[in-house]
């Protein structure tokens, strides 16, 4: 008996060790995030021991996908069909009352870290839905191919296909959208696409219609140096670790384990790059509050081998931040949202600033009690005010600029 009682103390002591994560202070509803970030974290842990039964991380990862899909459900207010454009899967959103003229339209990229996420997950599904009715919008919601299997380029070529389909201007007619208002939007990975997306645009000489706005709910936007100030403070917030980012990110360019140490070391940076560094140095483009007490220190960089053979995260299709000034004038007017206990923080913080510093217009949002994938929680079981006001500050702002 007491051998027994012992075991169950030791193994409830194991598990609270192994999902335990600290509540930043300032959070609110700190039971509910804990649960959250909890139930998280022991989804993650179960994956790893999959992993090691010889099971896919990710696919283990997946079942919580699985676990929030929604149908496709049309309410009194918008209509809601899963189909294809461009021979890609999208959820699309249409407003069903009469138009007044010419609507809006958003393309929508869920997050997810390139290898998760659905556009039917309950709560993306309640954003588009509320998108497309308050504001009369047109949405497109992308379910571009996930890694594993598919890898970089995969995601971006997706949701640049249906992107440039859409603004075609006989398509945009049939959904009587207005090519002056439509724009892209993301969270997280989402925010990584939308960005990408943005920039490619402008560099397409097919594409003549001017994308209105572009939308980066905490986004991930390079995959340089995974030693910024916002990856050392919050390696281990609610919901996204460090150790989880560098995952994703190495995961979206190949399952070879050799990229995911290489970055979780930061030493996967070859000597060839060097001459990005300047686009992540944070002693430059982080405000002196996010920077605090620490000296800037040049990251190491190395062999040239990884980024041979895995040359996607050099590619500003991959990581934005990573694109020349030049090619960052004339982009589309930029709403970011930062997370103050994200490891993502300074990718959005910096490219505001160098967004800003290009001449592009930015409304940067930067919520201090906010962790990363705060605006997804807006419903039971893990409602959060803070998920709502994030969400209702976006909305505001595309009212009056979409
Ligand atoms: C339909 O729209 C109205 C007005 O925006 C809103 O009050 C109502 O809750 C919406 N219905 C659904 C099912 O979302
Ligand atoms: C980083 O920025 C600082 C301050 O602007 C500058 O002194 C330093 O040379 C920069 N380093 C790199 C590698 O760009």
Not at 183 to 202: E, F, H, P, T, Y
Request: net charge neutral; with cysteine; glycine share 6%.
């Amino acid at each position: 008996m007491g051998n027994r009682l012992l075991c169950l103390g030791l193994l409830t002591a194991l598990l609270g060790y192994c999902i335990y994560t600290p509540i930043p202070e300032d959070v609110a509803q700190p039971g509910t995030v804990m649960l959250l970030s909890a139930a998280l974290r022991a989804l993650e842990r179960l994956s790893e021991a999959a992993e090691l039964l010889g099971l896919n991380y990710m696919e283990s990862m997946g079942l919580l996908t699985v676990a929030m899909l929604v149908p496709p459900t049309s309410d009194e207010n918008v209509t809601v069909t899963d189909t294809k454009l461009s021979n890609v899967p999208v959820r699309l959103y249409l407003p069903r009352r009469a138009p007044g003229g010419l609507r809006r339209a958003m393309l929508f990229f869920h997050g997810g870290g390139w290898c998760l996420g659905d556009a039917g997950m309950h709560d993306h599904d309640l954003v588009s839905r509320r998108i497309s009715n308050e504001l009369d919008a047109v949405v497109v919601s992308v379910n571009y191919r996930l890694a594993p299997p598919h890898h970089f380029p995969a995601q971006f070529d997706d949701v640049y296909s249906v992107t440039k389909f859409f603004l075609q201007s006989q398509v945009l007619a049939q959904y009587g959208v207005d090519p002056a208002r439509v724009c892209v939007a993301g969270d997280s990975a989402g925010g990584n696409l939308a960005a990408a997306v943005a920039q490619q645009l402008l560099e397409d000489p097919e594409v003549k219609t001017k994308l209105k706005a572009q939308v980066l709910i905490y986004p991930a936007l390079q995959a340089l140096d995974m030693n910024l100030p916002s990856y050392q403070d919050n390696a281990n917030k609610p919901i996204l670790s460090r150790s989880l980012m560098v995952r994703f990110w190495s995961e979206y360019f190949t399952s070879d384990p050799a990229l995911r140490k290489a970055m979780a070391s930061n030493t996967h940076i070859p000597a060839e790059a060097g001459h990005l560094l300047q686009f992540v140095n944070w002693s430059r483009w982080l405000p002196a509050e996010m920077r605090g007490a620490r000296t800037y220190s040049t990251p190491a960089v190395g062999s040239s081998e990884l980024g041979q053979r895995y040359p996607g995260f050099l590619d500003p299709r991959a990581s934005p931040l990573l694109a020349s000034e030049a090619r960052l004038r004339g982009l589309a007017p930029a709403y970011i949202l930062t997370c103050e206990h994200d490891v993502l923080r300074d990718d959005g913080v910096m490219y505001a600033a160098r967004l800003r510093a290009a001449g592009v217009p930015v409304t940067h949002h930067h919520a201090r009690d906010a962790f990363h994938g705060a605006m997804t929680f807006i419903s039971w079981p893990f409602e959060l005010a803070l998920g709502h006001r994030l969400l209702n500050t976006c909305m505001d702002w595309l009212r009056e600029n979409l």
